[in-house]
């Protein structure tokens, strides 16, 4: 029979889950389908007893529900230390993280060992916490922020430092990890860091993906930085949520060259 999932959020905008996990089911014969569902607030509610009554098998969380699905479902460890969910497995009434699986994973498959490193992670959202949460056992990480009370907040939660912007350019890390929106399309194209700081040829992770090459992923190629893309993370993600769904191993590639595609197509 097949099972359906699918991805929440409002305005969910040109989400490239579906994509991606369509073409999975496609590569692994595995009897699925995944669609959109864009849920106004005021209907989130319905909108999750709905998928329970229907029998959908999984769906994905996007911006604004990654909490306020926290409630509905038992949480994973991960979900708990993090405060942010982003998979639903509706069969086994569990909620995941699987952002933190999206960052391990887009390092170790770019090359990027990231233990004992000093990693500096620009951004204090939901983002920053799934990746603060991913590195911080092993790697000394430190986290920035535009709004620093922000910053503080996150970095006393998880015990790491939080460092001033205006103090970054006295350091050195190994790893830059930008988890802001700065670069993405529809927002100012601007570096989340200074040249100087590239200049000390840190690897670079953006952990956005739309476009696939950001104006920081081609300054850190410039600069002879190691550098890995939110194409990766979205894809490691993703595959994830497939084993978390389907309990088979995620055709990684495949996944990747739809969403690759997808980006093309709507550039
Ligand atoms: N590749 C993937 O799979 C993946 C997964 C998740 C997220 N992402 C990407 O990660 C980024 C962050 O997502 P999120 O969910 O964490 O967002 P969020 O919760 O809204 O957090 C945004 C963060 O960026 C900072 N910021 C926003 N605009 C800024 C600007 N103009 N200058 C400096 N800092 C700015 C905010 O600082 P303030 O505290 O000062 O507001 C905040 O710390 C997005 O681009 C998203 O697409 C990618």
């Known amino acids: 029979m097949m099972e359906v999932f699918g991805v ?66 038992r949480q994973r460890r991960e979900v708990r230390e993090i405060g942010a969910a982003n998979t639903v497995d509706l069969k086994r009434k569990t909620c995941h993280n699987t952002d933190v699986d999206g960052v391990i994973g887009a390092l170790q498959s770019s090359g990027v060992d990231a233990k004992d490193m000093e990693v500096l992670v620009v951004g204090a959202g939901g983002a920053a916490k799934a990746c603060v949460y991913a590195l911080k056992d092993d790697n000394e990480v430190y986290i920035t922020n535009r709004t620093a009370k922000k910053g503080v907040e996150l970095a006393e939660r998880f015990d790491v430092e939080f460092i001033e912007r205006e103090r970054l350019e006295t350091l050195k890390f190994d790893l830059i990890i930008n988890a802001t929106p700065l670069g993405m399309k529809g927002f100012p194209e601007k570096l989340p860091v200074s040249e100087k700081i590239l200049g000390k040829k840190p690897a670079v992770f953006d952990m956005v993906y739309n476009p696939p090459e950001t104006l920081l992923i081609r300054k850190a190629l410039s600069y002879g930085c190691k550098a890995v893309s939110g194409v990766d993370m979205l894809v490691y993600q993703g595959a994830k949520a497939f084993e978390i769904f389907t309990g088979k191993k995620a055709p990684v590639e495949v996944m990747k060259k739809a969403v690759v595609s997808e980006l093309k197509k709507i550039a």
Do not use: C, D, W
């Not at 073409?23 to 692994?28: L, P, Q, S």
């Not at 709905?50 to 911006?63: D, E, H, Q, V, W």
């Open 8 to 73: 929440i959020g409002y305005p969910l905008g040109h989400s490239m889950s579906p994509v991606m996990h369509n073409a999975a089911f496609r590569e692994t014969g595995y009897q699925g389908i995944y669609v959109p569902f864009e849920v106004r607030p005021e209907n989130f509610e319905s909108a999750i007893e709905g998928i329970k009554a229907l029998g959908i098998r999984g769906i994905n969380i996007t911006i604004p529900y990654k909490e306020r699905i926290l409630e509905f479902f």
